[in-house]
């Protein structure tokens, strides 16, 4: 494939992801879901335009993928609240450590019941790990619409529920780059905690020299386009970095970039400037890329099954993880299913994390089908039970 030829295939790319996503939006769905879809709808699973095991042009669209993926971590990083997640205590960190063994463990017993353990160390048993590590992923961002419509975004149990999400991202990534780091047959566990603790090193020493420089630039060039460009620019050097010297995942790198800057001044603005370029090309590019890589003819009754399994294990080991630890923290019932219930939802983070499977040969393409399943009943479903716990709350109130 010639390179004007991709451009067109590009313009169809970007088009129909903006389509569907806003019809997507219009359904009360995430805006994801319909770049998903977009990418099966034109990809080998419906109108064959693109994709498909011989796609010319999958390496120009596995590398924009790349990037794509690159800056959505950049900017979840941007977007945490550092103080937040320094002052969430004790409590947080232990719902967050739960909300992602829980799952992580959920995962892989359903994954070795359907198609076997293996012997540890195998590649059938990292499979079945890595099944797991996409459950243990949180996106509160439906959650947070839903508490701010009901009104108790900043009550209690709101920020707990936010705190929790936060450590549970930073954990949920530790997790993908240590199975990652494990998976390579010539890795022996030491060599991996090594490996993580010299990238925590290396990213503690760079992350202090590079805040206080962006700092600097900031007080004197305040809101100029110059500080997301450099910030960008030390996004893409942490992500190489982190693969290149560690073998750590380049979406790791990228994340703590973001969590790096997230308390200048000019965070938000970084956030926004990013967000533009990501909005417009590299994130739909990244999103259809998943459903072009999805092939639905492969559907069998095992697949679909499992399918039904993997939805109901990864809303259950959340809600059972997060809500049973926040009840033992003697909040009461109720309470403790808020926690459960808003901590279930998933997003970008799990499509992140199964994009990375495929990219190392952990998962097959087949299973994201699961994955985007799995995003749009959490999406339909946290608001609907959320709405009715708190409304449970009112009526003694009424009466």
Not at 54 to 66: I, M, Q, R, T
Not at 120 to 147: C, D, H, K, P, Y
Request: charged share 15%; proline share 3%.
């Amino acid at each position: 494939m010639d390179r004007i030829t991709f451009f067109r295939d590009l313009a169809i790319i970007v088009v129909s992801a903006k389509v569907f996503g806003i019809l997507a939006q219009k359904l009360k769905a995430p805006q994801v879901v319909g770049e998903i879809v977009a990418g099966l709808i034109i990809g080998p699973s419906c109108l064959r335009l693109m994709g498909g095991a011989d796609y010319a042009g999958a390496d120009y669209l596995s590398l924009l993928s790349e990037i794509g993926v690159v800056m959505l971590m950049f900017s979840a990083g941007l977007e945490t609240n550092m103080k937040d997640l320094l002052k969430t205590g004790v409590k947080a960190l232990i719902i967050a450590c739960v909300g992602v063994f829980v799952p992580l463990a959920g995962g892989t017993v359903l994954y070795g019941c359907f198609y076997g353990f293996g012997a540890v160390g195998s590649e059938e048993f990292f499979r079945a790990v890595f099944i797991g590590t996409i459950m243990t992923a949180t996106s509160v961002g439906i959650t947070v619409q839903t508490l701010k419509e009901l009104g108790h975004i900043k009550e209690s149990i709101g920020t707990l529920i936010l705190s929790s999400a936060i450590i549970d991202d930073v954990i949920g990534i530790i997790v993908l780059t240590f199975v990652i780091g494990f998976k390579n047959p010539d890795s022996k566990p030491s060599d991996v905690l090594v490996s993580t603790g010299l990238f925590i090193v290396f990213a503690f020493g760079i992350g202090f020299l590079m805040y206080y420089i962006f700092r600097i630039i900031d007080k004197k060039y305040p809101h100029q386009r110059r500080i997301p460009i450099l910030g960008f620019a030390m996004c893409m050097f942490m992500a190489f970095a982190a693969e290149e010297f560690f073998g750590i995942a380049d979406i790791t790198g990228a994340y703590v970039a973001g969590l790096i800057l997230c308390s200048l001044n000019d965070s938000e603005y970084i956030a926004r400037k990013v967000d533009i370029n990501s909005y417009m090309l590299f994130g739909p590019v990244f999103f259809a890329s998943i459903g072009l890589k999805t092939e639905l003819g492969g559907f069998t009754k095992e697949l679909i099954l499992f399918s039904a399994g993997f939805v109901l294990v990864a809303l259950l080991t959340k809600v059972i993880g997060c809500g049973l630890t926040a009840k033992l923290m003697k909040y009461n019932l109720r309470d403790s299913l808020k926690v459960g219930v808003g901590m279930m939802t998933r997003g970008e983070v799990a499509l992140i994390v199964a994009q990375k499977g495929l990219s190392v040969g952990m998962l097959d393409s087949k299973y994201f089908v699961c994955v985007i399943l799995l995003i749009i009943v959490s999406s339909v479903a946290t608001p609907i039970i959320l709405k009715c716990l708190y409304k449970a709350d009112e009526k003694p109130v009424r009466a």
